[in-house]
């Protein structure tokens, strides 16, 4: 009785800490209006301008703020009220790092696999696609409830900016 209470609290302590949520587009032809589902919360992300990809509006959990470009069309640094989001070299869009409160790594699974991302650092989580390069449906898994709503927002701004420049074929 002694192990299976160890074990009913080890599992129980697990599921407590591990979340899961949902990223998709509004239309599956509209990368600029996304919706998310995460931590029992709902919200959006969204382009300020249709297809003006350097200024992002979110609305989280009743909490709202901007994702932009330090410099307009300076895809490779971003501002998220404190945090700094920027590429690890310049125009390498599988591999960011989140900075300024927060310390995120995210990346893809392997260089050029943009259906697979992974989040390292003061959270831990995985964004994947629900089918192969279907990039306007994504799941969210892991433990990121300790981070803050911008840091949030960074970490599944990366999947969503990249498919939308991707689906574009501005990434060349």
Known sequence: MKYLSLFAIILFGFQATAQSGKLRTYTSEDWDYWEISMDGKSGKIRTYTSEDWDYWEYNFGGQSGKIRTYTSNDWDYWEIGSLKLRTYRSNDWDY????????????????????????????????????????DYWEVSGSYSSLSVDAKMAMVFVPIFTSAIHMRGMNK
């Open 96 to 135: 960011w790092e989140v900075s300024g409160g927060s310390s995120l790594k995210i990346r893809t699974y392997t260089s050029e696999d943009w259906d697979y991302w992974e989040v390292s650092g003061d959270a831990s989580a995985k964004i994947r696609t629900y089918t192969s390069e279907d990039w």
